[in-house]
């Protein structure tokens, strides 16, 4: 049965909360164990649905797995099958980075393509054609591409960067014979992490973080432990709760780099590094200007929640996105709570106009995706009543705990069942 948040808003939140791993970055770091046949072990994993599925799918292909609190082992010894299921795969279309190191060091991969979702198209053609240049031989049969071969280096060049398309190349590459070139790569933090694991591993990449990576092939992958680095856009989901309720909470298990983002789209923000974590703290009075763009520029990632924290701005304020087609879904949600958000359409980008100042009221709202159930939490928590958020398995996927975490502060969510539709 469909699980709802019940938030009260308007509490004063106050204590400590301590930063989970990384989604982005453990999701694919967990695919790599596929390319050595020893212990990989992450630390700092963060115990999401999305991890738990990852290693269903590594489960039912023949990997060992274990967890340990945050730290989960790996082993990849030898496989039973080479197919991830269409029925795993679309739940979460990031698994399918299991393609790239699956291929890379079996010769087989298939992988159910994961298909649209409700962020957008989200094509794959950059991941495929990558990899027809390191010499893989791909079919699709029955919804499902079937990759096999022995590959080799090549010069890629995408046409736009893409994180799991840089992160399933970069995988194939560590085993292919020669060296591999990825221009154009995709520069998020959590890419940086997998190849700094890759390389512990035995791998050798250099340029991670940089538009050029290079890959210089090796003959096997070895087993390493490896600590995942924190959550970025955990961390400023929080910081942003902390400012709109004029809060005290403390941030933990992070680190400085992690409230970039938030700084640069605000720059009224400031960060204070203390001795019970870190604390942003505002007050934000000006109107912003955003568009979302690939790392460094603002993470489409935070859209949904700088928005929010853009409607307790007085005046205006203005955000576009430009990395997903249909990424605005809260914000007909968010004008259910008192919002006054309009939204434009020009040439495949949503600009919003957010007339900013107004109390935002509690509301019945459903959760559409990650990133959009919790602006609507945090919506909640400063408006004044009560709001049900429906739907909150998507807020599962990325946040640990996010009602625990936030209860343990002084704000009062309660997670129940939801009434069927
Ligand atoms: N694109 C192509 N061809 C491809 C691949 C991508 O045209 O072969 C385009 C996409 O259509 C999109 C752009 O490139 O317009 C960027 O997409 P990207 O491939 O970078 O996205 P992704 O790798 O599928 C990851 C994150 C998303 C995050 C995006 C953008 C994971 C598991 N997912 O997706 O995270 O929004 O990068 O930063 O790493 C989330 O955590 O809420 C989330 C959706």
Redesign the pocket.
């Known amino acids: 049965m469909l699980e709802q948040f019940i938030v009260q808003g308007g509490r004063a939140l106050k204590g400590t909360v301590a930063i989970s791993g990384a989604?982005?970055?453990a999701?694919?770091i967990a695919c790599a164990a596929l390319l050595t046949d020893e212990w990989l072990v992450l630390d700092n994993a963060p115990l999401l649905s999305?991890m738990l599925l990852i290693c269903q799918i590594l489960d039912e292909l023949g990997v060992e797995i274990s967890w340990n609190g945050n730290q989960l082992s790996l082993r990849a010894h030898k496989l039973r099958s080479y197919r991830a299921r269409y029925d795993l795969v679309r739940k979460?279309?990031?698994s399918?980075?299991l393609l790239g190191p699956m291929l890379a060091r079996f010769g087989r991969a298939e992988i159910s393509l994961p298909g649209g979702c409700n962020?957008?198209?989200?094509?794959?053609?950059?991941?495929?054609?990558g990899l027809r240049a390191m010499g893989a031989n791909i079919e699709l049969e029955d919804g499902y591409v079937i990759a096999t071969g022995k590959l080799h280096g090549a010069e890629i060049f995408?046409?736009?960067?893409?994180?799991?398309?840089?992160?399933n190349l970069v995988m194939a590459a560590t085993l292919a014979t020669g060296r591999t070139v990825i221009h154009n790569a995709?520069k998020?933090p959590?890419i940086v992490d997998l190849c700094n694991c890759l390389n512990s591993m035995g791998a050798k990449i250099t340029g991670q973080g940089t538009d050029v990576i290079t890959i210089d092939g090796v003959d096997r992958l070895h087993g390493a432990t490896h600590r995942i680095i924190p959550d970025r856009?955990e961390t400023v989901t929080y910081a942003i709760a902390n400012i709109m309720t004029h809060g005290h909470i403390y941030l933990t298990n992070t680190e400085a780099w992690c409230f970039d983002a938030l700084t640069a789209c605000f720059p009224q923000v400031k960060i204070h590094n203390t001795d019970f974590g870190f604390l942003a703290e505002g007050p934000v009075t000006q109107g912003v200007d955003l568009t979302?763009a690939?790392?460094p520029g603002m993470?489409?990632?935070l859209q949904a929640q700088m928005m929010v924290l853009a409607t307790q701005i007085p005046g205006r304020s203005f955000i576009t996105e430009?990395?997903?087609?249909n990424?605005m879904m809260h914000v007909p949600e968010l004008c259910r709570m008192g919002a006054d958000i309009s939204v434009e359409h020009n040439d495949g980008a949503n600009r919003a106009t957010i007339n900013g100042g107004l109390p935002l009221y509690g509301a019945p709202v459903m959760a559409t995706?990650?990133?959009a159930s919790v602006s609507l939490v945090l919506a909640g928590l400063c408006a004044k009543g009560q709001t049900t958020v429906s739907r909150i398995y998507h807020l599962d996927?990325?946040y640990h705990a996010l009602d625990d975490k936030l209860n343990m502060c002084g704000a009062d969510i309660v997670r129940s069942k939801q009434e069927a539709a």
């Open positions: 989604k982005n970055a999701l694919k999305d979460m279309r990031g399918f980075v962020l957008g198209v989200r094509p794959v053609d950059i991941h495929l054609n995408p046409h736009c960067p893409t994180v799991t398309g840089t992160e995709a998020e959590e856009l979302t690939p790392h993470p489409t990632d430009t990395i997903w087609e990424r995706d990650l990133r996927r990325g």
